[in-house]
Structure formats: structure tokens, C-alpha cells
């Protein structure tokens, strides 16, 4: 978070204006600030300045026991833990070599899929809000409000959830769960038609955003944009496509695609993505199979409380799970799923402890943020907000 | 995807390894520049997109530094280690991979490790004037100076 930022402010061409944006702006999504370069009203550099929200949660983790660091990944992206929460408990499964039944398995991709809608929401409010349209922000914040009751009937809390365990889940869905999901995702495409009804071909929402913000394929990819970003500019990669995990290949999905990279289709992409996640919510609904929620491994995970009540076994497992965790064979592993921003990895380093000697987060937030001096470079001041808009980013994951 | 990486490189790799369906490789720090570029541009590799670049304090003033390189026309990931000490700096790979940028800096805030060749090496999380590094093993949890 560096305060003094040195700027050239004179260039061949005459003098330009340096001004500073954030870091409390309402269209920063946080505490992200930008110094801006300005030629008039064309910006010629932005600069983000990174930092505010920096709370030293790898060296935190490095600290923890593996299951004290669920709660912790989840406030990484505030706006969708429990992919946050995946990606670090597939990273530790696959370290341990454990595998996890098929309900934990669906359970996790419905949950993980519902939490992709609710973030798109969050953003496809707030994105408009940026740009001053004002009611979308209420419809959408509607739908949103429904799958976090339902995540509270699910485990209680409606936020930072903490519900994926390494080898499962913390307990299993109640059944009016379920009805109610089905219920929601029923109704749900003809909201997002509703959305689009606002947005798509308001011509104040198309001037602007289309043209705006525009990235190539090329420098997508070498800037490291991944997610609906990179999508937008043309290049069909989904991990959830390309490198299947949690049993994402065997759901029907599309992934979609844009062709010219701008503000425009970033909206159109993952408009898009909530209808699909739509879709697979409904196939995950159809073919949820029953059984246990949890891997049968009594050192991994905790046993059922009224065995810890009844056998000393259970107690013993129970208590030395509860203070010393578990060991985890020494060796390193780097996992990614697809967050609604993108690519997100989990490395672990481990040297055979119950802490990881090493953590380390690749949160698509924080490499997408390098992006947004290219998309800026000759665009209109005003189009700054909504170049930040169409990133995505949060700052919880930026800054970690 | 092991023998190409052989055939490649032959001696210059100093370890190849494959734990957990990850292919590893280890090199020298001076010759990560001519790999990275070639592992970016030649077709039996294609690893165009830099998916993490980390730096790990190994104690006794050694560090890792990792790099994950994704190749999605293969689908394929690829993990790449040099072993630097504290007096010496990693060769910064921004020329090859322009996403480097911040992850370099983050290495460097965190963990002190320099990287020759970097556009604007400065810190990128800590405040101003801050001192250490946070994610070295011998830094304490609860930091060395008081909150300001």
C-alpha cells in the first residue's frame, strides 16, 4: 500500500493532470486505489495502488491446522466462499490421496454453482449501479436474498458458510433444502430474462459499455485475465470445461464466448454463465443420489457425535482431530477451480505437519487487476468505473 | 510431456519429477530465461498462459521460487523451481510472461526476494516504510513493530 506514488506528469505532448481515485470510492468495490493519468479527458496510464485490505492470511495459514483454515479462505472472496472453499479442500484431499462420496460430491457442485449465481448478481447489481442505472441493483438483489435464506436453512450462517470439510462436508442438507433450490431455480431463468429486459438492449447501457475497456486475446493471455474476462475476448477456456474436477464432467454445460472483449460482452458472458449454472444446478437436482456426506477415514475426518458420546474411539479421534489436527504427507500440490473470476489455485507446500509449511492463493481478482491499465489506456475518464465494474473484482481476494 | 521436457532441455534440468499427477521441474536460476521462453513458444509445449509465480522461504537463507505455467492447447500444467539464496536474485520472467509484474513484487514485499530485471521492483501490499519480511519462517506471526 504504498501512499507516495511517483508519477511523471509531463510528457512530450504537454502537461497531464494526475488525479487520484479511491481509496473510498463507492465504484472501487473496496478500498482499491487508482491514479489516474489524464490527458485532458482521455486517461493515458492508470496505476492501481493495492494494499488497504492486506491482512496476512498466507502467513496466518501457515499457522492454523488444515480445518482452521476453511473459515479463513472464505474471506478471501467475500462474494463467493464456498468456491473459495473448494478449491482449498480439493488441494488438501488430494495431498492426503482421499477420495469423497458422490452426495458430498453433487452436494458441493449445486452449492458451488448457486454461489456462482449469487456473486454474478452481486456484481451485475452493483456493475450498473456504476453506471447509474439504479433499479436493476433492487431485482437483482431480490434473487440473491432468497439463495443466501437458502444457505442459512442449510447451515446457518449466510455468508462466509465454512460448510466444505476435507473429506466432505460439515453435516448433510436438510431436505426442504433441496425443494426449496428446486423451487428457486424453476423460476429463476425468467428473472435473468427480466435482467436482460433492463440491460441488454437499453441503448444508455450499449453506448456505455460497448467499445469500452477493450482487451485482445492475446494480451488477455498474457496478462494472466482469466474467467469471464478472458472469455469475453474470445478465448473458450473453462476449468470446469477443460480441466474437470469434482465431477464437473458429467454435467451438460455451455461455456460461453465473446468476440470483441469489451465492457459489453463481459456483461453478456456471465449473463450467460447464470443461466448455465442455472442448467447444471437442475441436472446436479435430478441425479442427487443419497448416502453418506463424509469420507470414512476416522484420522481425517471427525467421527459422527454420538459416537464421540458412546465409544472411546470416537472420543479419541475426536479430541485429537479437535487439538492437533491432522498430519499431511509431506509433498506439494497446486489445484485450480473455476471462481466466478476466474482462475483460482490453491499450492500447498507440505512437510508432513498438521499446518502447511507453505499456502499460497493464485486469486484471479489480484492477477485480473493487472489488466485494467491496458483496458483503460485511451478511454474516457467517466469509463473508468465501468471498466472496474467489468473486472470483477474483489478486494478481500486482491489483497488476501 | 516427461520425455519432450528431457529431449528438450537434457542436462539443464537439475530434477524432473511427477507426484500427484504434477510434473515438476527443477533448474538453474541462469538458464530459467532461455527455458521459460521456450517452454512458451515451442509447440510440443505452449505454455502461453503464467498461472502463479510464488516464492517459499526454504530457512538457511534459501528460497524457492515457483512458477505454474498452464498450457491450454495441451491442457496441461507444468511446475518450474530454481533454488536461489538470500544474497542472490531470481531473473525476473516479466519479458516472457507480462503477468509477472505484480506476483514479482508480491514475492519481493513478502519474502525479499529480488528479481534482476523487473520494471519497478517496490513493494506492493505492505504500507510505507515498512520493514522485514512478513512471510519469512523467522518473522513472528504477530509482527516486529506495533501497529501504527
Not at chain 1, 26 to 44: F, K, M, N, W
Not at chain 1, 213 to 224: E, F, K, M, R, S
Not at chain 1, 256 to 278: K, S, W
Not at chain 1, 282 to 297: F, S, W
Amino acid at each position: 500500500m504504498p501512499v507516495n506514488v511517483q508519477v511523471q506528469t509531463k510528457r512530450d505532448n504537454g502537461e497531464h493532470l494526475v488525479l487520484n481515485m479511491g481509496p473510498q470510492h463507492p465504484s472501487t468495490h473496496g478500498v482499491l486505489r487508482v491514479i489516474l493519468e489524464l490527458d485532458g479527458e482521455i486517461i493515458v496510464k492508470a496505476t492501481p495502488v493495492i494494499g488497504h485490505l492486506h491482512r496476512g492470511l498466507e502467513k496466518l495459514a501457515e499457522h492454523m491446522t488444515y480445518n482452521q483454515i476453511i473459515p479463513l479462505v472464505d474471506r478471501m472472496d467475500y462474494c463467493s466462499p464456498l468456491i473459495n472453499n473448494l478449491g482449498y479442500v480439493l488441494a488438501v484431499e488430494k495431498l492426503l490421496g482421499i477420495s469423497v462420496p458422490e452426495r458430498a460430491q453433487m452436494l458441493r457442485v449445486l452449492l458451488c454453482e448457486l454461489t456462482r449465481i449469487q456473486s454474478h448478481l452481486i456484481w451485475l447489481g452493483t456493475h450498473a449501479l456504476d453506471i447509474g442505472a439504479m433499479s436493476p441493483l433492487l431485482y437483482m438483489f431480490r434473487e440473491r436474498e432468497d439463495i443466501l435464506d437458502m444457505f442459512e436453512e442449510v447451515w446457518g450462517a449466510r455468508m462466509h458458510m465454512a460448510y466444505f470439510r476435507v473429506g466432505g462436508l460439515a453435516a448433510d442438507v436438510p431436505q426442504s433444502f433441496l425443494r426449496r433450490a428446486a423451487a428457486f431455480l424453476a423460476s429463476f431463468p425468467e428473472k435473468v430474462d427480466i435482467y436482460e429486459g433492463l440491460l441488454t438492449k437499453n441503448p444508455i447501457w450499449k453506448q456505455r459499455t460497448q467499445g469500452v475497456g477493450i482487451i485482445n486475446a492475446q494480451d488477455a493471455v498474457a496478462l494472466g485475465l482469466s474467467g469471464p474476462s478472458l472469455r469475453a475476448s474470445g478465448v473458450n477456456w473453462d476449468l470446469r470445461k477443460n480441466m474437470p474436477y469434482s465431477g464437473y464432467d458429467r454435467f451438460e454445460f455451455t461455456v460461453p464466448v465473446g468476440t470483441r472483449g469489451d465492457v459489453y460482452d463481459r456483461y453478456l458472458v456471465r449473463i450467460e454463465e447464470m443461466r448455465q449454472a442455472t442448467r447444471i444446478c437442475n441436472q446436479v437436482l435430478t441425479a442427487m443420489p443419497g448416502g453418506p456426506i463424509k469420507a470414512q477415514d476416522p484420522k481425517i475426518v471427525p467421527p459422527e457425535k454420538e459416537q464421540v458420546l458412546t465409544t472411546i474411539e470416537g472420543l479419541i479421534h475426536h479430541f485429537k482431530l479437535m487439538v492437533e489436527g491432522f498430519a499431511v504427507p509431506a509433498g506439494e500440490v497446486y489445484v485450480a477451480v473455476e471462481s466466478p473470476r476466474g482462475e483460482l489455485g490453491y499450492y500447498i507446500r507440505s512437510n508432513g505437519s498438521a499446518r502447511p509449511y507453505r499456502l499460497k492463493v493464485r486469486t484471479p481478482s489480484f492477477v485480473n487487476l493487472e489488466s485494467l491499465c491496458k483496458m483503460a489506456q485511451g478511454q474516457m475518464i467517466a469509463d473508468i468505473v465501468a471498466i472496474i465494474g467489468s473486472i470483477d473484482i474483489v478486494l478481500g481476494e486482491v489483497d488476501r | 510431456m516427461n520425455d519432450a521436457l528431457r529431449q528438450n532441455f537434457g542436462e539443464k534440468l537439475l530434477d524432473i519429477q511427477e507426484a500427484y499427477g504434477e510434473i515438476t521441474i527443477e533448474v538453474r536460476p541462469e538458464d530459467l530465461l532461455d527455458i521459460a521462453a521456450r517452454l512458451r513458444d515451442e509447440e510440443v509445449f505452449k505454455f502461453v498462459f503464467l498461472s502463479d509465480l510464488t516464492g517459499i522461504d526454504c530457512e538457511n537463507g534459501q528460497f524457492d521460487v515457483v512458477y505454474h505455467l498452464l498450457s491450454m492447447q495441451h491442457q496441461k500444467r507444468l511446475r518450474v523451481k530454481i533454488r536461489i539464496n538470500e544474497s542472490s536474485a531470481a531473473p525476473s520472467v516479466v519479458s516472457i510472461w507480462p503477468t509477472a509484474d505484480w506476483p514479482e513484487r508480491e514475492a519481493y514485499d513478502l519474502l525479499g526476494i529480488s528479481f534482476d530485471g523487473h520494471p519497478n521492483l517496490k513493494r506492493l501490499l505492505t504500507p510505507d516504510g515498512f520493514v522485514g519480511y512478513p512471510l519469512r519462517k523467522d518473522y513472528p506471526l504477530k509482527g516486529e513493530h506495533p501497529c501504527r
